[in-house]
């Protein structure tokens, strides 16, 4: 956000973001069938500033459609995996 705050060239005093993440398993290591699961995220912002409210929640929202974080979080972005052994390729799961 103050990436953003910056190139708005918007005065903000402080802001503090605070991020919880609800997680769990689920499942067995041993038996092969353990999951994860992410259950969501709870985001808290706290700002200082003299700037409007209209103003500060439309910086909020510019920087969250800016947040790589966020983005690939809650889109379909692609994975690629690739792992070795010893140095040698090793087959994917």
Sequence with gaps: MTQVA???KLNIQKEI????AHFR??????RGDAEA????FEIEIQVESGESPETI???I??????CFTEVALSG????TLSASLNG??????
């Excluded at 929202?61 to 800016?66: G, I």
């Design 6 to 8: 910056s190139k708005k």
């Design 17 to 20: 973001v605070k991020v919880t």
């Design 25 to 30: 398993e689920q499942g067995s290591v041993l």
């Design 37 to 40: 699961f992410c259950d969501g």
């Design 57 to 59: 929640r439309d910086l």
């Design 61 to 66: 929202c510019l920087a969250r459609q800016m």
């Design 76 to 79: 379909q972005t692609p994975i």
């Design 88 to 93: 040698a390729p090793l087959d994917q799961p």
